[in-house]
């Protein structure tokens, strides 16, 4: 008797948990790609739009074993290495402003979710007035158009680097360039159309900035001819947008002099990269990268000759003036 109570008892219990396990479906999907900090008075929305694997053999100047002990030091796994597409939006309480608009359309399924982790954020396409480049690549311009090459921020004027835009929007560029370089001036050039048709799209030279009194631009050359970082300051608080400065945690920082293939002139871009990175140790200001883990946001320091990134620590929008110190 005991014995077929004990077998009831276990099959009892195995459908109850296999009923509770049925309720409860895994889910599959992930939160929504926003993160967001406080910068003085403005407010910085950080958005993914998605992510593609880079080969480690992309980057150069140091043997492929370190480049691998290096990125196995931190499991991260190969061939590829994830490579996050980040964009952000600074609302100063007047503007919002968008810098770099993702891959978009241009790289698959893992990319193209910049409008919705913006609206899933509290945004809409159409409230963004003012675009910043930090350079023509397609990570950071597909973003720009839909799938029809149609603007998708119809009331956003576009800035980048006038040596940016001569570089890749130039009628001439396209016909001049090698083969296998062809389909990243037309989408530069396609993406850049409607807002070029429309009036909307503005360049500025070195020292200038395209809205003054709000944000300060400089060149840094070398990823490519225009590269360029924005920096937005306010209440003494600042916060450097560096683009394509760096794109690998695992490497760039401890050995800043490692580029990577898509550079167009390497030499400057690792000058550009140790500047950056020694102006953002100097200074202790918030720094963000398109390329880094999401949401690429943190503070640079310095140990002996290395740097290290610090990632923002996830928590609450705003901090309390005080809060109770347990010790």
């Known amino acids: 008797m005991n014995g077929i109570l004990k077998a009831a008892t276990a099959l009892t219990c195995a459908l109850v ?3 509770a396990m049925a309720q409860a479906p895994q889910q599959g999907t992930q939160a929504p790609g926003y993160f967001r900090l406080a910068v003085g008075d403005y407010e910085v929305t950080a958005l993914f739009d998605g992510y593609n694997d880079l080969s480690p053999k992309l980057l150069q100047g140091m043997s492929q074993a ?3 002990a290096l990125l196995a030091r931190r499991s991260i796994e190969t061939p590829g290495v994830q490579t996050a597409f ?3 939006l600074v609302n100063t309480g007047k503007q919002l402003i968008l810098v770099d608009s993702g891959a978009g359309q241009c790289i698959g ?4 979710q910049l409008v919705a982790n913006m609206q899933a954020a509290g945004y809409q396409p159409e409230q963004v007035d003012t675009i910043l480049l930090t350079h023509l690549h397609l990570d950071h311009v597909c973003g720009l158009v839909d799938a029809q090459k149609q603007a998708l921020f119809t009331n956003a004027t576009v800035y980048a680097a006038k040596a940016e835009a001569d570089y890749w929007l130039d009628p001439s560029a396209l ?5 296998g370089a062809r389909a990243f001036f037309k989408i530069a050039q396609d993406s850049t159309a409607p807002y070029v048709a429309a009036g909307r799209f503005k ?3 070195a020292g200038q900035s395209p809205l ?3 944000v300060e631009a400089t060149l840094e050359a070398g990823h490519t001819p225009g590269s360029t970082t924005y920096r937005f300051t306010s209440q003494n608080q600042s916060i450097v947008f560096m683009g394509d400065l760096v794109h690998n945690l695992a490497v760039q920082f401890e050995h800043p002099q490692v580029s990577i293939g898509f550079d167009v002139n390497s030499a400057q871009a690792i000058n550009a990269r140790q500047a950056v990175f020694s102006a953002a140790v100097a200074s202790k200001t918030w720094v963000t990268a398109a390329h880094l883990p999401f949401p690429g946001i943190g503070h640079i320091t310095a140990q002996g000759k290395h740097f290290q990134w610090v990632p923002v620590e996830y928590g609450p929008y705003k901090r309390a003036a005080k809060v109770p110190l347990i010790e």
């Open 203 to 205: 360049t500025f030279t």
């Open 66 to 68: 370190r480049i691998r």
């Open 212 to 214: 003054p009194g709000i």
């Open 86 to 88: 980040n964009a952000f």
């Open 17 to 19: 948990i296999s009923g």
């Open 175 to 179: 016909a001049k360039a090698p083969a």
């Open 109 to 112: 399924a893992t990319a193209g």
